[in-house]
């Protein structure tokens, strides 16, 4: 019996070593609610596990992973609900805005398959990826509904969402916050990426291009009140390359790099909820414009920056980083979840003074120029906007 017991100990052992090298663990999405801690640090995380153990073609790799996300975020529109005549659908600066927080949870399972080998050595270099992708949300009343909040026009009191929208909402404006104003989604995803990127701490230097394509079916959507049904198209190229770096060993005392994004994005539907209509904005892909903004169902954005790294801090994977920054971008088509057609130019340059910790987190604050006629519908008629940073790099 001793014998056996130590038997299965040791095969357990050999096991658990032979598995954790194929096992990892990543975090992919981070963000805040501006009321808490004035937005400094993270009241949403999203992360998983990886494995690889799995070889379908060899020296290839086969990844598949798990992911979760949890957090309480606050969102913010200015667009009228269908209750608001001849205005409805439509972007109003001066409109005191929907604002509300919201409790999100959501998941994915993702299958990952890498072809050949990278020119940058270490990695495949084209990878096609399928992925599902789950959400439960509840939208509830802002934690300062009735205090006052900066608007385009100055201090308003921040209205409950039934004021706003009325307290039998059933339109299309905002599906997402029909009835109970609870939503459970399932959407899915297929993805082609090219990698030649080497990316570290001090230093970027390649090429990174993906293309991917997500589809959020009504039939899926549909379980509580809260409804959507959308679809996605995006192409996302990234190019960078190392100026200069000087270091001793191991530690880097300055390095500058040049990088630069394009993405091109396509987002439709007859019901596109308030998450998506975030992260396909032009507002958020323009640095120092207001999320949610500006948002027609194409865009084409360029971010471009100089990277400032070092000197390191004494430990692995923290440095300071100051990125000086010029961005520029165009939307076109009709405005989500209406039949009315917009365009747009925004463009905006600054900086960002930030600690990066370990090459994928930049905390900091940010300070931008706005150019054009584009404006922060938060902060009113300026041309400068600032804001506390912590962000995934690009």
């Given at each position: ?5 130590v038997?299965?100990?040791s ?13 990892g663990?990543?975090?992919d ?13 993270p ?7 990886s ?10 790799t ?34 005191n ?19 050949f ?12 990826s ?10 509830r009343?802002?934690m ?26 059933n339109?299309?404006?905002?599906p997402?916050?029909?009835?109970d ?6 959407n ?19 090429y990174l ?7 959020s ?26 100026l ?5 060993g191991?530690m880097?005392?300055f ?5 630069d ?8 539907g ?9 992260l ?7 640095r ?23 000197p390191?801090?004494g ?13 520029m ?33 930049d ?25 506390f ?6």
């Open positions: 019996m001793k014998k056996l017991a038997l299965l100990l095969l357990t052992a050999f096991v658990s070593g032979a598995c954790a090298s194929d096992i663990f990543f975090c999405g981070l963000d805040q609610h501006p009321e808490i801690l004035w937005g400094f640090l009241t949403y995380l999203s992360g998983g596990v494995y690889t153990g799995l070889s379908l073609i060899e020296d290839d086969t990844t598949l992973q798990f992911r979760v996300g949890a957090g309480y975020l606050e969102r913010r529109f200015w667009k009228a609900p269908e209750n608001r005549g001849e205005d409805a659908g439509k972007e109003i600066r001066d409109m805005p929907l604002t509300y927080d919201v409790v999100a949870v959501d998941w994915g399972l993702r299958f990952t398959q890498g072809f080998e990278s020119p940058v050595g270490g990695k495949d270099f084209l990878n096609v399928i992925g599902y992708e789950g959400k439960y949300e509840g939208a009343d802002s300062v509904t009735g205090k006052d909040k900066s608007t385009f026009t100055g201090p308003q009191p921040v209205p409950s969402i039934n004021q706003f929208l009325g307290s039998a909402y339109g299309d404006i905002y997402d916050l029909r009835g104003h609870q939503y459970l989604g399932t899915f995803t297929i993805s082609l990426e090219l990698d030649a990127m080497t990316d570290t701490v001090a230093t970027n230097d390649g291009i993906t293309a991917e394509a997500d589809w079916p009504y039939a899926l959507n549909a379980a509580l009140d809260g409804k959507a049904d959308f679809y996605q198209f995006t192409l996302n190229a990234v190019g960078a390359k190392t200069y770096q000087y270091k001793t191991k880097n005392w390095s500058l790099v040049v990088i994004r394009i993405r091109l994005n396509w987002l439709s007859d019901m596109v909820p308030g998450y998506v209509q975030k396909g904005s032009l507002g958020r892909l323009v120092g414009y207001s999320n949610y903004t500006y948002g027609t169902e194409f865009t084409a954005v360029n971010n471009f920056e100089f990277r400032l790294v070092g390191s801090m430990v692995n994977g923290l440095a300071p980083r100051i990125n000086i920054f010029f961005d971008g165009y939307g076109a088509g009709n405005y989500y979840n209406t039949s009315i057609k917009g365009n747009s130019f925004l463009a905006s340059t600054g900086a960002q003074f930030t600690v990066t910790f370990f090459d994928f987190i905390l900091g604050y940010q300070v931008a120029w706005l150019i054009g006629d584009g404006r922060n519908f938060s902060k009113g008629d300026t041309v400068f906007s600032g804001s940073t912590f962000f995934l790099d690009f």
